[in-house]
T-cell receptor
Framework: RKEVEQDPGPFNVPEGATVAFNCTYSNSASQSFFWYRQDCRKEPKLLMSVYSSGNEDGRFTAQLNRASQYISLLIRDSKLSDSATYLCVVTSSGGSYIPTFGRGTSLIVHP | DAMVIQNPRYQVTQFGKPVTLSCSQTLNHNVMYWYQQKSSQAPKLLFHYYDKDFNNEADTPDNFQSRRPNTSFCFLDIRSPGLGDAAMYLC??????????????FGDGTRLSIL
C-alpha cells in the first residue's frame, strides 16, 4: 500500500460545481498535512495547511479524519482557473522534515 | 518577489555531460530539498539538508550529488546524465521545526532535457 494515495482523476466538472477530493495516508503517526496546487509544467504551490479542527479559506475547505486516516479538500463554486492538479502532502511526526507526496488529483473545470 | 529561485529555468545537456542546477532562497529557511518530477508523477525526493546535515534518500542514484555551501544556496550536480534523468527538478525550502512540520516553498523548477 502506498503511503499517500489519491485518485488521479481527472475530475471533469462544470463551472459553479462543488467538487471534493480525498487523500488517504497509511502512517498513523502522520502529523502535518497540506494541500498543494500544481499547474501544468509549474511548481507546486501551497494551497492550505490542514488542521485537526478543519479549516476554510474562501471557497476551499480542508478536513482531517484521523480515525479513517484521510484528508479532504472541498472546492465550492468552481472556477475555470481552479483547473490544476491538487497534491496531498503528509509528514510524519515532528522533526522528520520528510514530506510524502501523493501523485495528485487532476481537476478540469469547463464552461 | 521570488523567494526560492532556481537557475536556469531550462537546461539542455548532452548524454553523459555533467550539469549543475542551482537554487537560492531569501527565506532563511534551514531545510532545503531537491525533488525530481516526471510527467504525471508525484515529486520524488532526492535528498535534503537540515542546516548542513545532508540526508540522502536510499534510492537516489549515486549519479546525483548535492552541495550546500551556505544557508542560501544549494546545488544539484548530475555527474553523467542519462536519458532517464530528463525531468523537472524542483528545489524547496522549509523552516525546520522540532514540533510541527512547516509547509514547503518551491522554486519555479528547472526543466532538464538530455540530447
Amino acid at each position: 500500500r502506498k503511503e499517500v494515495e489519491q485518485d488521479p482523476g481527472p475530475f471533469n466538472v462544470p463551472e459553479g460545481a462543488t467538487v471534493a477530493f480525498n487523500c488517504t495516508y497509511s502512517n498513523s503517526a502522520s502529523q502535518s498535512f497540506f494541500w498543494y496546487r500544481q499547474d501544468c509544467r509549474k511548481e507546486p504551490k501551497l494551497l492550505m495547511s490542514v488542521y485537526s479542527s478543519g479549516n476554510e479559506d474562501g471557497r476551499f475547505t480542508a478536513q482531517l479524519n484521523r480515525a479513517s486516516q484521510y484528508i479532504s479538500l472541498l472546492i465550492r463554486d468552481s472556477k475555470l482557473s481552479d483547473s490544476a492538479t491538487y497534491l496531498c502532502v503528509v509528514t510524519s511526526s515532528g522533526g522528520s522534515y520528510i514530506p510524502t507526496f501523493g501523485r495528485g488529483t487532476s481537476l478540469i473545470v469547463h464552461p | 518577489d521570488a523567494m526560492v529561485i532556481q537557475n536556469p529555468r531550462y537546461q539542455v545537456t548532452q548524454f553523459g555531460k555533467p550539469v549543475t542546477l542551482s537554487c537560492s532562497q531569501t527565506l532563511n529557511h534551514n531545510v532545503m530539498y531537491w525533488y525530481q518530477q516526471k510527467s504525471s508523477q508525484a515529486p520524488k525526493l532526492l535528498f535534503h539538508y537540515y542546516d548542513k546535515d545532508f540526508n540522502n534518500e536510499a534510492d537516489t542514484p549515486d549519479n546525483f550529488q548535492s552541495r550546500r555551501p551556505n544557508t542560501s544556496f544549494c546545488f544539484l550536480d548530475i555527474r553523467s546524465p542519462g536519458l532517464g534523468d530528463a525531468a523537472m527538478y524542483l528545489c524547496a525550502t522549509s523552516r525546520g521545526d522540532r514540533v510541527l512540520n512547516q509547509p514547503q516553498h518551491f522554486g519555479d523548477g528547472t526543466r532538464l532535457s538530455i540530447l
